[in-house]
């Protein structure tokens, strides 16, 4: 089977930048939020990033990401457009792409501040809150 290259205009707003480190993540659901679980960062952009675990996860699903951004320069706009909590990155899976390796190449989207209150995302993220004073 023959690759077409793609030519014409560039469909995302931000510029990915490759970049390879290791993240932790928690899955935003009863069963899951209790778990540190581990992967790699692929590639990060504004909006973004692309990431490799283990662990399958669902379209859709809510995600509290970690990982090194202040070694990035692209995360200065970012710190100020999305979600963050506890020091980690809030984003919600776009995408997902089994590996012959039984690992997941996952597509995350940042929430944006302006998105955190849209219906389908408030729950979401309440429930982090609600965690949070459990532990206490």
């Not at 090194?68 to 999305?82: F, I, P």
Request: a positive charge; glycine letters at 6%; proline letters at 1%.
């Amino acid at each position: 089977m023959k690759k077409t290259t793609y030519k014409g205009q560039e469909r995302r707003q931000f510029v990915r930048l490759d970049y390879t480190a290791p993240l932790a993540y928690k899955v935003c659901k009863k069963k899951t939020i209790s778990t540190l679980l581990s992967g790699y960062t692929a590639n990060v952009s504004q909006s973004g990033l692309l990431c490799n675990i283990k662990d399958k996860v669902k379209k859709d699903d809510i995600i509290w990401l970690s990982f090194d951004r202040a070694t990035l320069g692209v995360c200065a706009e970012l710190e100020k457009r999305s979600l963050v909590y506890q020091s980690g990155v809030i984003g919600k899976v776009v995408r997902i792409e089994r590996k012959k390796d039984h690992t997941y190449n996952v597509g995350v989207q940042f929430i944006t501040r302006e998105e955190k209150n849209l219906t389908n995302i408030y729950p979401k993220i309440h429930f982090l809150e609600e965690f949070k004073e459990q532990k206490i």
